[in-house]
């Protein structure tokens, strides 16, 4: 962990300042340690450079998996890009340049390593639940301006009204209420600030209800491993999909991804059928979560459902 860090982090349950205790650093950070709450006496361990916030991966253990699983996917194929902020997020590099940022559900770190090299992001915090912050380290926690942090959503360690700009690709909508997880994320953004995220549209529920079965009594009760195993398999049906009239009738009883890489297809397969929750929503209902929150500005992005807004003064 950067000491810069420090400047961000507060007691999740009383928001006071931490004292740093039993340090051990290395190459200028902090890469073991405690972060002791005097007023509330809570304390929270830093390890391997990681702040950690919480002891389990709780519902999102499969994406923690997914990206260990899929290392070798991930790694070597460039499966995000900073094209896709502007499309999902409306995200360019001028909103970034020479600001504190945060994102919410880093993953692996993808977006954190186009935010802070090809953005080039004054500091850019990640959060996730999920063991994939150690990936997230790996790949990108050598650079000045990023710190990863092990935290829950609902309990961010973080000043309040303290980012330039907030961003969530594909998060909020796996957690048990995507709203509230929206009401969560919201007081972090400073006044003026811009606050992006994307979710899952409720308009093509019908595609959907197939993979939601399988996904509900099936394919969330897995194993990770096992369901690597069903991803792979499955990802072989492509070809039988591919054939016209007969194929599209099967892909409708089974979806899996449809990627021409095969290896990209098993993993964006897993992804189907992984998570515990999923939740869809409509363009006017997330435009009253803005609006409500103090924001304006509010626009959606190019792609369905992505929003955008800037926090009002009050």
Not at 137 to 166: C, M, W
Not at 236 to 244: A, E, H, R, T, V
Request: proline residues 4%; glycine residues 6%.
């Amino acid at each position: 962990m950067h000491k810069k860090a420090l400047e961000y982090l507060v007691c999740p349950s009383c928001q006071r300042d931490f004292e740093l205790k039993d340090v051990v650093e290395e190459s200028g950070c902090i890469k073991e340690g405690k972060l002791f709450c005097p007023s509330c006496q809570a304390s929270f361990k830093i390890h391997n450079f990681i702040p950690r916030f919480v002891e389990d991966q709780e519902y999102v253990a499969s994406f923690g998996e997914e990206w260990h699983l899929f290392k070798h996917v991930k790694n070597t194929r460039p499966l995000m890009s900073k094209d896709e902020m502007n499309q999902y997020m409306g995200l360019k590099k001028e909103d970034i340049e020479n600001k504190e940022v945060l994102e919410i559900g880093c993953g692996a770190g993808p977006y954190l390593d186009i935010s802070a090299r090809e953005f080039h992001a004054k500091h850019i915090i990640g959060i996730d639940l999920s063991r994939a912050v150690d990936a997230a380290y790996e790949n990108v926690g050598h650079l000045d301006n990023v710190t990863i942090i092990q935290a829950n959503l609902f309990r961010l360690p973080l000043r309040k009204k303290s980012f330039d700009v907030v961003y969530s690709l594909g998060v909020l909508h796996h957690t048990p209420d995507t709203h509230k997880a929206f009401e969560a994320i919201a007081p972090f953004v400073k006044t003026r600030g811009l606050l992006s995220i994307w979710l899952y549209g409720a308009y093509w529920l019908k595609k959907s209800v197939n993979q939601d079965r399988i996904r509900k009594l099936f394919t969330s009760k897995m194993s990770p491993m096992a369901l690597y195993r069903f991803s792979i398999i499955a990802s072989w049906l492509y070809y039988l999909y591919k054939i016209p009239f007969i194929g599209h009738a099967f892909r409708e009883t089974l979806p899996i991804a449809m990627d021409k890489d095969r290896h990209v297809r098993a993993l964006n397969t897993y992804d189907l059928y992984s998570p515990t929750y999923i939740n869809r929503h409509y363009v006017d209902e997330v435009y009253r979560w803005f609006s409500e929150e103090g924001f304006e500005k509010i626009e959606p992005c190019h792609y369905i459902l992505g929003m955008k807004g800037y926090k009002r003064e009050v």
